[in-house]
C-alpha cells in the first residue's frame, strides 16, 4: 500500500483514477438504459431515454463513497481494490435506495433502471480500473518507489511481489523511494525500532510486516486498554466460528446450484472421452481424510492407466531422483502413469469435478483444504492436524490456486492452516474466480 506525496505525477493519477471511474460509470449508465429500453420496454412502464441525466447525482454519490473507501489515495492489490469497489457501490446503492424511498422522488425514478446500472458497474468499474492501470503503470512517472528492508527469504518474496504485481505500480528501488516496506521478521526489537527511526527520516510512508505474517490482521479488532497505554488485537480461527461457518454453507450452497448444470453436461463429455482414450472406468475413489481426520471415499476423473503400479516401477528404477522428488512435493516431477486425456484434466483441475458428488454428500465443501491422504496424516504435525481437521475438505482451495505443483508438502500445510485462521467470504470469493483461471490457463497444476 502507498500513501502519495504531493507532487505533480502523483495528483494527475489522482484525477486520471477518478475520470476513469467516471467513464465506467457512464458507460454502466449507458449499458442499463440499453437493457432497459431494449429487452423490458414492453413489461416495464414507458422510460423516457432524454431523463437519463437525472440519475447523475447517483454518480456523485457513488465517488463520494470510493473517496471514503481510500481507493484513490492507497495503492491495494487488484482483489483488495476491488472489495472496496464493490463494496463503495453496495453502499452507495442503499443509500441512493434510502433517499428515493424517503422522500417524494420515488414516482420520478425507474428502480429497474437503477438496479441494472449498478449491476452493470459491479463489473465496468474493475474492469476499466484493471485495464487502465495496466496501461499507466508502462510509465515509471507513474510507479511509487519502494525500498524493500528484510531479511533474505522475506527480501526475495517481497521483490518478486513487487515485480510481479503490477496493479500496485510499485518499482522497486535502494536509492531513491518514495516509500518504505519493512518486513520486522528476524529483527529485535530494538534493531526494529532503530530500522524504523532511521527511515522516518527520510520519507513519512514507512510500512511494516508484522513478525507474525501467518495472521490477516485486516480481520483484527484493535482493543485499547487507555490506563496502561497497550493496545491488543482479537485473533480468532475464523472458520472455526459457528457464524461463518453458517455464511460459508449458504453461499457455497448458492454457488453449487449454480454450477451443477453446467458440471453435469461437462461430466457426460469428459466421462466419454476417459473411455475412448484409454480402458478402464472414468471414474475412480480413493480414500481421503475429512473433517476429523475420518477417512471418506473421495472421488476423481481416472487419470491414469489401469496398470499403472508395474509402469511405476520400472519408471522409478530408471529415474531414482522421482523418489527424492516425491518426499519433497508428494508429486512425480513427469509421473509415467498419466494418460493424455488425464494430463490435461490434471493441469485444468477438471479431474476433481466428480467431488461435486462429495459435496452432495456432505463429505466436502467447494471450497477448503484440500483432502490429504491417509498416508500423509503423520506428516501435517499435531498443531496443524488438529486445525486443518476441523473443517471439510475442499473440491478447490488456495493450496490449488497457489501454484499447486511448485509448492512443497509444507508450504501447502502452512497455506491451509493460513486459510483456516484467516477465512472471510470475501476469500472464498477470489478463490472461486481463481479457480476458473486455473481451469482456463492451466497455471500451477499437473
Same mark, same amino acid.
Given at each position: 500500500m502507498k500513501t502519495y506525496g504531493l507532487n505533480f505525477s502523483l495528483y494527475i493519477y489522482f484525477l486520471l483514477l477518478i475520470c476513469v471511474d467516471l467513464l465506467a460509470l457512464i458507460f454502466s449508465l449507458d449499458l442499463a438504459l440499453f437493457f432497459r429500453t431494449n429487452f423490458f420496454s414492453e413489461t416495464l412502464p414507458s422510460f423516457n431515454t432524454f431523463d437519463v441525466q437525472r440519475y447523475y447525482w447517483i454518480i456523485v454519490i457513488i465517488l463520494s463513497m470510493f473517496v471514503l473507501e481510500k481507493i484513490y489515495i492507497i495503492r491495494y492489490d487488484f482483489w483488495s481494490d476491488t472489495k472496496r469497489v464493490l463494496k463503495g457501490l453496495i453502499f452507495s446503492f442503499l443509500a441512493v435506495f434510502t433517499v428515493i424511498t424517503l422522500t417524494k422522488m420515488s414516482d420520478d425514478y425507474s428502480r429497474v433502471f437503477i438496479l441494472m446500472f449498478f449491476l +452493470?458497474?459491479? &463489473?465496468?468499474?474493475?474492469?476499466?480500473?484493471?485495464?487502465? =492501470?495496466?496501461?499507466?503503470? $508502462?510509465?515509471?512517472?507513474f510507479k511509487v518507489k519502494v525500498k524493500v528492508v528484510a531479511n533474505d527469504e522475506q527480501y526475495d518474496m517481497l521483490l518478486n511481489e513487487i515485480k510481479n504485481n503490477w496493479y500496485f505500480g510499485y518499482k522497486n528501488s535502494d536509492i531513491n523511494y518514495d516509500m518504505?516496506?519493512?518486513? +520486522?521478521?528476524? &529483527?529485535?526489537?530494538?534493531?526494529?525500532?532503530?530500522?524504523? =527511526?532511521?527511515?522516518?527520516? $527520510?520519507?513519512?510512508?514507512?510500512y511494516v510486516i508484522p513478525y507474525m505474517d501467518h495472521l490477516d490482521f485486516s480481520h483484527t479488532s484493535i482493543v485499547d486498554y487507555s490506563n496502561i497505554r497497550v493496545s491488543a488485537m482479537h485473533i480468532e480461527n475464523r472458520l472455526l466460528n459457528y457464524k461463518n461457518i453458517l455464511i460459508k454453507y449458504i453461499f457455497e450452497k448458492v454457488l453449487v446450484l449454480m454450477i451443477f448444470p453446467f458440471a453435469f453436461i461437462l461430466h457426460v463429455f469428459i466421462s466419454m472421452a476417459i473411455r475412448y482414450d484409454s480402458k478402464g472406468n472414468a471414474i475412480f475413489k480413493q480414500k481421503r481424510l475429512g473433517k476429523n481426520a475420518e477417512a471418506f471415499s473421495c472421488y476423481k476423473y481416472r487419470t491414469m492407466s489401469i496398470d499403472n503400479q508395474k509402469v511405476l516401477d520400472e519408471y522409478l528404477k530408471e529415474n531414482p531422483q522421482e523418489i527424492e522428488n516425491y518426499k519433497v512435493f508428494h508429486k512425480y516431477e513427469n509421473d509415467p502413469r498419466v494418460t493424455r486425456l488425464g494430463k490435461f484434466l490434471r493441469q485444468t483441475s477438471l479431474d476433481e469435478l466428480p467431488q461435486f458428488y462429495n459435496i452432495l454428500r456432505g463429505d466436502m465443501n467447494l471450497i477448503g483444504p484440500r483432502p490429504y491422504m491417509l498416508s500423509e496424516q503423520d506428516k501435517i504435525g499435531e498443531f496443524n492436524e488438529e486445525l486443518i481437521f476441523k473443517v471439510k475438505?475442499?473440491?478447490?482451495?488456495?493450496?490449488?490456486?497457489?501454484?499447486?505443483?511448485?509448492?512443497?508438502?509444507?508450504?501447502?500445510?502452512?497455506?491451509?492452516?493460513?486459510?483456516?485462521?484467516?477465512?472471510?467470504?470475501?476469500?472464498?470469493?477470489?478463490?472461486?474466480?481463481?479457480?476458473?483461471?486455473?481451469?482456463?490457463?492451466?497455471?500451477?497444476?499437473?
Open positions: +452493470s458497474s459491479f &463489473f465496468l468499474v474493475p474492469f476499466f480500473k484493471r485495464v487502465f =492501470k495496466r496501461l499507466l503503470f $508502462r510509465f515509471d512517472m518504505v516496506l519493512i518486513s +520486522s521478521k528476524k &529483527f529485535d526489537i530494538e534493531e526494529l525500532q532503530s530500522i524504523i =527511526k532511521k527511515y522516518a527520516k $527520510r520519507t513519512k510512508d514507512i475438505p475442499g473440491v478447490t482451495g488456495l493450496w490449488q490456486v497457489s501454484g499447486r505443483s511448485k509448492l512443497t508438502f509444507k508450504e501447502r500445510v502452512a497455506l491451509d492452516t493460513w486459510y483456516i485462521q484467516n477465512w472471510s467470504l470475501w476469500m472464498d470469493f477470489v478463490i472461486f474466480m481463481k479457480t476458473i483461471k486455473v481451469v482456463l490457463t492451466k497455471v500451477g497444476a499437473r
